[in-house]
């Protein structure tokens, strides 16, 4: 792989959560308070090229989300470092501000991350306004600019985002990340709210988008069809940890990894290729706190294969060939069973 554009090295995240009401008592008359920490994202490495598309996999509650806004700069790591073209995007410090605009980022709900309040053409002018990109007296045509290159009239920008269909809406959040004039995006979810005919316009204007402007894009989704499609890489996580990353085709051809194979095995299908019925088998038991996750491998507990250093060893993220990287004591025995 070529030098890449972005580089995530032993990133981790915690959250601190807020002290009940029992434990202040309890700390105010002198008692014990544990202290727990939501352990979101820990330690993730990972890389993505000039122009690649890596697509993220994980559950609800994985840390797909929280490691994208701090590969974008929104939240700074606990510990670890993001870099883009090789330099931080985090200053660094008790205070960190994000210094590069040259990662954005596309949320999942337009409507959220929309201000109902501002005019359409505002909203996309902003950043750029603030970050001197432009000047006022261009902005308007900036503007149309950018939103005749996502598919939508200039006119829009007179209007509100309540005014717009949830496609549009996500259309000019596009639009918004791209007049920053960013080299990569992250795409947290970004068809998640939307109709099925109306993600695969959206997915269709990504795929335009990055083939005319060249872009990077971490692509972040439950959704293994929409990831496969869009995708030249996949990184599958699970509490937190990248389990597996390789190549697009080949996670989905011959997944190594026991929770990439669950992952694929509970996606539901109607029919096999030689056109017999076929039941999906969703992953047993629930997914860990990320308060208390269990010790050693983290998917242990719902792993088939696990054995006794499962529960104690953390399997290191390691090379199985042809590109591909997998954290899993057993994945060379269970290729050879499976």
């Not at 931080?88 to 994000?98: C, I, T």
């Not at 109709?195 to 990504?206: G, H, R």
């Not at 496969?228 to 190549?247: F, K, Q, W």
């Not at 242990?300 to 993220?317: G, K, N, S, T």
Request: glycine letters at 10%.
């Amino acid at each position: 792989m070529s030098e890449p554009f972005i580089a995530v090295d032993a990133v981790s995240k915690r959250f601190d959560p807020r002290v009940s009401l029992g434990d202040q008592i309890a700390g105010a008359l002198g008692g014990a308070v544990e202290r727990r920490y939501v352990r979101a994202v820990d330690g993730v490495s990972l890389e993505v090229a000039p122009g690649e598309v890596l697509g993220l996999v994980g559950e609800s509650g994985c840390g797909k989300s929280t490691l994208g806004r701090m590969i974008a700069g929104i939240l700074p790591p606990t510990s670890g470092a993001v870099r883009v073209a090789g330099k931080p995007v985090m200053s660094p410090g008790r205070h960190p501000r994000k210094q590069t605009t040259r990662v954005q980022m596309v949320f999942q709900d337009p409507y959220a991350s929309l201000d109902p309040r501002m005019r359409v053409g505002d909203i996309v002018a902003e950043g750029p306004l603030v970050h001197r990109l432009v000047t006022k007296a261009d902005a308007r045509a900036y503007v149309a600019n950018w939103l005749t290159m996502v598919g939508l009239d200039a006119g829009a920008a007179q209007r509100y985002p309540h005014q717009f269909s949830g496609g549009q809406r996500q259309r000019i959040a596009v639009a918004r990340a791209l007049a920053m004039r960013p080299d990569a995006l992250v795409c947290d979810e970004p068809v998640a709210s939307l109709d099925v005919s109306i993600q695969a316009q959206v997915l269709n204007l990504f795929l335009r988008l990055r083939r005319e402007l060249g872009l990077t894009m971490l692509f972040i989704s439950h959704h293994l069809g929409v990831v496969r499609h869009v995708s030249d890489r996949v990184a599958i996580m699970y509490l937190g940890r990248i389990v597996e990353i390789g190549g697009a085709n080949a996670i989905y051809s011959n997944p190594l990894h026991p929770y990439t194979k669950a992952l694929l095995a509970s996606v539901p299908q109607l029919q096999l290729e030689d056109g017999s019925d076929v039941a999906f088998a969703p992953i047993q038991g629930e997914l860990p706190s990320p308060l208390s996750p269990p010790p050693g491998c983290h998917f242990h507990l719902r792993c088939p294969f696990a054995e006794a250093r499962c529960r104690v060893d953390i399997p290191d993220l390691r090379p199985a060939g042809d590109g591909r990287w997998a954290a899993c004591h057993l994945f060379e025995k269970i290729a050879k069973t499976v």
